[in-house]
């Protein structure tokens, strides 16, 4: 595709192309996506101008194009032109007007779990750049997966956390044990069963992704379980809409206190991105604050959470597996309820915590949808 001509209008700049579509862009959008070395560092990848600069000084003094292919401005306090390249301005066009996607996932329970292994890869497997890939893509799809063959022992865990990024620093450390020791102010320091639940509901920025693996294990019971929140965000918005629009609305607090610290933060069980598309749950009833008395529709909220609960417990949600030594659970904290059978025994884990950030970079570099 062609730039078949251009018109210069008070505010914006009307291009024509030659497959017929026709687009206006704004001389403030058209300054602000400058690549001229005046504003824009190619080294560094950040804006040189500033936001005055773009506001008062996007006037064009010259707009040319060159054999269709690109268009040149140049601007009233520039020395060198701004270029934007035909396909640059085609893909801004068509992307405005794309209806809003979601990245591919399997919603699923249990049984939709059964006919497959996608989600199941061995250690070398994280290694090798193709399967790293699927890897990645398959975290996307069903938000965990399970590598065998691993190391048993914290170097892993440090390891791989750099295949993904690195380990976030938190209250229990960068790269962590547990067992049933009860030397933490943390239920998962015990022999108890957990219920499903995510991590983190007292920090703002709950970790996208964590790291568990076995690394010990002579005990009866302490089967791990993965619950797909998305799952059942879906099936209560199909069967209980009142009591997912509290779920959306409703701020609950989470709180951790001990080991020296009080953490507390605040969000809904459901979270929605800027374009009204599910992308975060967090639900954790051992962390959560009493509602307070001033909370709208108590009675309906604590409803909800019951709901959600309910759902979340129920044997067709829950896929439960014993980890055994070598055995590692990645899973999206965002996405994904964890939790365990209570146990006897000696049954020691280690993981880490990897940032949202830091795991959507890392999706990104990696074209895991490519």
Known sequence: ME???????????????????????PYLWL??????????????????????????????????????????VYWKDSHVPSTY????????????????????????QVADLESTSDFKFRHEDI?????????????VE??????????????????L?????????TIFGGIWEFSASNDRDDSAYTDLALGAHTDSTYSHDAPGLQMLLCCEYEAIGGASTMVDGFKIAQEIKRTQPDLYALLEQAPISGSYVGDGVSLCSE????????????????????????LGLGQHDLYGVYEALAYFE??????????????????MIIFDNWRVLHGREAFKGKRKLAGCYINREDFESTLRLNNPND
């Open 85 to 108: 390249l035909t396909q640059f301005l085609v893909k801004a066009m068509n992307e405005k007007d794309r209806p809003v996607t979601t990245p591919k996932r399997c919603l699923w």
């Open 31 to 72: 300054r602000d996506h400058s690549n001229s070395d005046e504003h824009w560092d190619r080294t560094t990848s950040q804006h040189i101008s500033t936001a005055n600069d773009i506001f008062y000084n996007a006037v064009p003094e010259k707009i040319c194009c060159e054999d269709g292919e690109r268009i040149k």
């Open 161 to 169: 956390s750099k295949r993904f990024s690195y380990a976030r620093q």
């Open 267 to 290: 969000r809904t069980v459901l979270r929605n991105d800027r374009h009204g598309m599910l992308e975060q749950v967090s639900f954790n009833h051992y962390d959560r604050l009493p």
């Open 127 to 139: 290694f090798t750049e193709e399967q790293f890939a699927n890897i990645l893509k398959s975290l």
């Open 310 to 327: 309910a759902l979340a417990e129920k044997e067709q949600y829950q896929w439960k597996y014993t980890l055994k030594p070598g055995e």
């Open 142 to 159: 069903y938000g965990f997966v399970l590598l065998r063959d691993c190391p048993p022992d914290i170097g892993t865990i440090e390891t």
């Open 3 to 25: 730039i078949a001509s251009i018109e210069e209008e008070e505010q914006s700049l009307r291009v024509s192309f030659s497959d017929g579509q026709v687009a206006s862009f």
